[in-house]
Structure formats: structure tokens, C-alpha cells
């Protein structure tokens, strides 16, 4: 998968776990752009997007992610 | 009803989607009850309260929710905080988890300190479940626990008394114990929703590091939609009964092709044994007191020649009412409904023809189908919907269908009258009045959930607030049984009225549709005024409540002498009547004692 594939996938997951179509996100992209990306949500966002690009990431990364260009690079990491 | 929340679900799906459900919810349910809950947590429970939320609604529920500080349930159930006690709740759900065990035995302990390890972790909830019953008089929900994912014995966890296997058992057999003899306080057993999810899933260390959730976040679906399904059961919006297909269905084979002799049930093969398997399971919820009925496309002869194969573990007796014929599906389930006089949706519709199933749904309300494949199936399919999930069980339940039963006899003698007079006459009736006896709470108070048509206001009460109110001077109370040649009906009629000075406000009226037209009304306004009389009443303050449900009694209280007081843009009506000593008894054919 390329970057650019994960993000393809990521938006939608973003767009349906927050209900709004018109989300666009990047490298970029923190909890503050997003209004309902609060603590509960960021539960049920991680929750999808370990199960639809099948991986599981160490709680320390996942604590250290700064925005959505980390999570991306994550995904990566582990599907490689 | 929404297909996505019954079972079998996907649970992530329904995380992801929760917002467009909800949505969708809220916009296709009217007459929504709303009811208020509180949720008492050992760990983080935001996900598992807008679960149920979901499930709550697709029942006609409308949740509120009170959610304490994590991790506060005990804090919260022995001193509420003063926006718990503002709240109010109707029901308290505490979802603790093995999580919030504090002391599990030693390896060292000897016995005698084990048994004081386990006391002490009981009295904890014990101590809770009093405090709360004391301070709120409301329904209480409480997780058993569920068994760990691993084993520092092994095996021995299990039969050891030093094994956190035995004490959790032991534990959850306590709780069971306090759960048998107290009304009002049910037991969410998450022991088996995670066995039945799967131990090794429902364990999820990372969600539980990462958010303090005490199980797998993609687990709580399955736990949220348990309580609801315990909520729903508590306010009466259970199924009734069955409507069952035959060929394929209750038998493999077509009975009008195959004859009885080529159709599949019983020992000699599996599918025949897959089938009696499920006849079994039917017969199981008979026995609970639940309505078997068959809609057939089927030669009337052919259905019942099927129904006495020799291993057919149902027989007609079994069914209240038999539709074998060639019309539409939907109209055989309206007609079964109108003839034991229960609405169509309180019935599931078990067909394992798809195209039956969508007609029905389609044209049924709210009825359920559940989506069955092949048959070693249908019974996990059917069970796991939890239509006619149990929180009390009245002897009255179990009498049901002898009493539905007798029912269909009083409709063939009342066909060789021409005078509807001489055929209650004939029906010997005696009526039993009396303010509630504690005999009878649970079932006054099912009956006041359960009630929808003759009922007109529609309040709805827990066993507590019935007991309260039994025992408070300012309520007047009506509850009636009524026998008849046929047998007894048991409770059917309840009426609750508070008086303020010399007038009664008629809070609750409501009867058994099952003894509709038998006069058993006009008997209990009889008792009800004499009651009042008693007690100084000389003015009845009547109120009417539409629902989509109760326009049976829309003009109720015109028809027993009142006059309208009042009406308001939602229908609601206010009437009155003077009463005094010159009251003419209303019922001429029932006696009472």
C-alpha cells in the first residue's frame, strides 16, 4: 500500500466514524481540527483503524502520535 | 426496528455507525418511553452507555443517562452524589468487572481466610445494592464477573479454592443467591457474554491499558445490547409468542409432497434430529408461558398429520391457533393476533422462506423475523435476539397458555348464543376485588407494563413504586381477578387513584384485553366507587392518555357516566363524576366476592 492509498482508506474512516463527509485530513491533521475527535471518539477511531488495515500498534507509538502524518507512517510501518 | 441492531450484528459496525443510527432512530420511532438511567462504573463505560442507547431506542426506549466518575460506583452507591439524587434514576446499572475485584485469595491462605477474602468482597456490593435500594427505590442492574484470560495454576484455577476460577464462581453464586431473593435487582451475566463473545477476545489488555475499558471495545455491542434487552424485558416490551412456519421449519421436507412419512424429525437421521432439537426449544418457551402459533402455507390436513408424526416433539395441542390455508402470510399473523387479542408486533415470525419474512416485515410494523439459514442454526439465531428475555416470572406466565387456551373455548360457546346476555350469564362469572395484596405486586406491576390497549394513561411502574404506593393512605387501589366456568384469568384489571380531599384522581385504569366485553369494567367501577365512597370521595377525576396504541378506550369514561372536563392540543382528556349513595351498580353478570 502507498501513502497515498492509506489516506484514501483513512478519510473514509475518519468520515464515517466522526458522521461528516466533509472531512479532508493530512499530514497535518490533530484532534483540534476535527470538533468531535475527543478521547471517547479517538477510542472508536483507533479501534477502526486497527481492525480495517489489520494491525495492532504499541501503546507507546500510539501515545506519542502527534497527528495523522504519525498515524500514517505507522500503519505503514506495521503492514510492511 | 433496525435490522443492523438485532442479531446476528456486527459490532464494529455499529461503533462506526452509531451516529447515523441513532439518527435514524430518533427519526423513524415516535412514542418513545423515556427512562432514566444511571451508570454506576468500575472502569470506563461511555461506549457501553451509547450502545444501549441504540438498542434502548430500536425497543422504544429512550435512554437518559447519569454516568459516574470513573471508577466511582462504590463511592456512588453508598453516598450518590447530589446529582445522582437529582437525577432520579429509574434504573441504576452497575458494571463492574473482574477488574475492580480488590483481594483475591494467597496461595498461602488457608481457608478459613479465604471464606473471610470472599465475604468481605461480597459485603461490598451487598452494602451498595442496600444503599441504593434504600435511596432510590429503583430498578438495579449488576454484572456477575466474568473469568479471567489467564491461569497461574492451569486447570486447578478452577477447583482450588486459592483459584481466582473458584472465588469468582463463588463470588457470582453469591450474588445470585441475593439476586433470588430480592425483587427489582437483576443480574447481567457478563460470564456468559464473554464466553459467548469469546474469553480470548474479550480480554483486550491493550484497550484496557490504553482507556481504562474493562473489555474489548469491540466487545461492548454484545454487552450493551444484554442490558437493554434486560431494560426492555423490565418494562414489559417483550414478545409474547411465535408464529411458526412448518415445512422446512418446525420438519425438514414438504408434509404435502414428501408425506408424513418423508419428512425429517426425530432420531433416525441429523437433520431429523437437528429439527426436534428446535422443537424442543419451542417447547421450552411454551412451558415459560409463550404463545405458539402456526401460519402455514399448507392443506389444513397435511399441517396436522404432520403435527402427529410420532416424533414430533410438538403436537397440536401445543398451539393456540393453527392457520394452515394458501392466503398471504401477513394476514394469517393479523388474524392469529386479533384472535388471542394481542398486537401483531409482540409476535415473532420464524419462516425460513426469505421472501415470507420480507412480506411480513414489510407489512407488519415492528414485527421481528429473525434472518434463519439453515436449521442447526435457528435456535442460536432466534435465542440470541433475547425476544423474551425473563426478569421475573410470575405463576401467571406459566398459566398463560392454558388460560389463552380457555379463552378460544369462551369464543365457540359464545357462538350458540344469540343473546350475548345468556352467554355471559352462562359463563358463570365471579370477580375477586381488593386493594393490592402482596401477593400479587409483581404481577400488578407487569400488568402496568405490559398493558397497552385498555390502559388509559399508560403509566407505567416498577414492583418498588407499586409496593410504595400500595402502602401509601392516599391512594386507593382496585385490583380484580375473574374466574369463570372456564377457568380462573387471574389478575386482569388495576386501577390506582389518588385522593386529594374529597376528590380521587384515576392515575391508572387499565384491563386484560383477554376479558374485554365480559363486563369485568363495569364491576370494577362498581368496586372502585364503593371504595371511594368508603372513604369520603365524592368527586372521580378521570384522565385520558392517547398513545398509538389505547384508542379502544378513547371514550372510556363517557361510556361509565363521566362528563369531559377538559381537552388539550394532544388529545389528553380530563373528566369528572359526582358520586354519592345513589349509585346504580353497572355490572349484571359478574358476582362478586
Redesign the interface.
Known sequence: MTREEVYEELTE?FR????DDSIEINDDTTSEDIEAWDS?EH??LM??VM?TFEV?FN?GE?NDMKNVGDMVTMILNRMS | MIKDLEYPFDGREIIKNKRKLKKALLESNENLLEKRIAVLGGSTTRNICLMMELFLLNNGIKPVFYESEYNQYYQEGLFPSQELVEFKPEIIYICTTNKNIEKYPGIADRAAEVEDILSNEYAKYESIWISLKEKFGCEIIQNNFEMPYYRVMGNMEASDIHGTINFLTRLNMKFYEYSQKTTGFHICDINFISADFGLRQWHKPYDYHMYKYAMNVAAIPDLAFNVANIIKSIYGKNKKGFVLDLDNTLWGGVVGDDGVEGIKIGPEESQGQAYSEFQTYLKKHKDMGLLLNIASKNDEENAIAGLKHPYSVLTSEDFLVIKANWNPKDDNIINIANEINILPESLVFVDDNPAERHLVKENIKNISAPEIDEVQNYIRTIDHNGYFEMTSLSEDDMKRNQMYKENVARDSLKNSFTDYGDYLKSLEMVGEFGAFDPMYISRIAQLTNKSNQFNLTTKRCSVEEIENISQDDRYITVSGKLIDRFGDNGIVTVVMGEQENDICHIRLWLMSCRVLKRDMEQATMDYLVKSCLARGVKELRGYYYPTAKNSMVKDFYEDMGFEMVSENDAGDKVYKLTIDESYEKKNHYIKVV
Do not use: A, H, P
Not at chain 1, 16 to 19: A, S, T
Open positions: 474512516i464515517d466514524v466522526f458522521d471517547l477510542v472508536n479501534l477502526e481492525e495492532e501503546m500510539v
